[in-house]
């Protein structure tokens, strides 16, 4: 999704479509193998900043 929203943000601005897309690849990589992250549910914080960095660094 993110590399979707870089093409159209680059389009419509003057920025750079190869960065973005790199930059987007990069973001999605981590949620590829360990899934997106739930931060919440209602009003109750149900994710942990400090375990989504032990699982994106589980993947190296």
């Known amino acids: 999704m993110m590399s ?3 093409v159209i943000l680059a389009d419509k601005t003057k920025l ?4 973005l897309l790199k ?6 990589l981590g ?3 360990i899934g997106d992250i739930r931060w ?4 109750k914080v149900i994710g942990s900043q ?6 994106e660094k589980s993947l190296y």
Not at 40 to 43: L, Q, R, S, W
Not at 50 to 55: A, H, I, N, P
């Open 4 to 6: 979707l929203i870089s």
């Open 16 to 19: 750079d479509i190869e960065k």
């Open 23 to 28: 930059m987007s690849l990069i973001h999605d």
């Open 31 to 33: 949620e590829a193998v």
């Open 40 to 43: 919440e549910k209602g009003k």
């Open 50 to 55: 400090e375990q989504k960095m032990l699982d």
